[in-house]
Nanobody
Framework: VQLQASGGGLVQTGGSLRLSCIAS????????LGWFRQVPGKEREAVAA????????VYSDSVKDRFTISRDNSKKMVYLQMNSLKSEDTAVYYC????????????????WGQGTLVTVSS
């Protein structure tokens, strides 16, 4: 499974961005998907995860009520809608995939995209 994330960029505090991640290879409907982020010098942090049909979704406390993860199995896409962005959301964001569901544990994911940089400025 290959993943390619896009949609990052520079946004002001309080603004919005939507990240996208397209998958190729594998059977997309069998994959659980997640978004993670990392600031250089810090550990990778979980953001959100969704199971293969979208019925099970979980968010980290730091993004709950601001971010929304969704997927379109017909397009082999997963999205992360980010609203009310804060400076502490600045990071490289990665999409990841694993069979069925991985939750917020990055060690359960086998496939990773290349990352897209989100910078939130005040």
């Amino acid at each position: 499974v290959q993943l390619q994330a896009s949609g990052g960029g520079l946004v002001q505090t309080g603004g919005s961005l939507r990240l996208s991640c397209i998958a190729s290879g594998g059977t997309f409907n069998n994959l659980g998907l997640g978004w993670f982020r990392q600031v250089p010098g810090k550990e990778r942090e979980a953001v959100a995860a969704i199971n293969r049909f979208g019925g099970n979704i979980v968010y980290s406390d730091s993004v709950k009520d601001r971010f929304t993860i969704s997927r379109d199995n017909s397009k082999k896409m997963v999205y992360l809608q980010m609203n009310s962005l804060k400076s502490e959301d600045t990071a490289v964001y990665y999409c990841a995939a694993t069979p069925l569901y991985g939750g917020l544990d990055h060690e359960r994911y086998y496939h990773w995209g290349q990352g897209t940089l989100v910078t939130v400025s005040s």
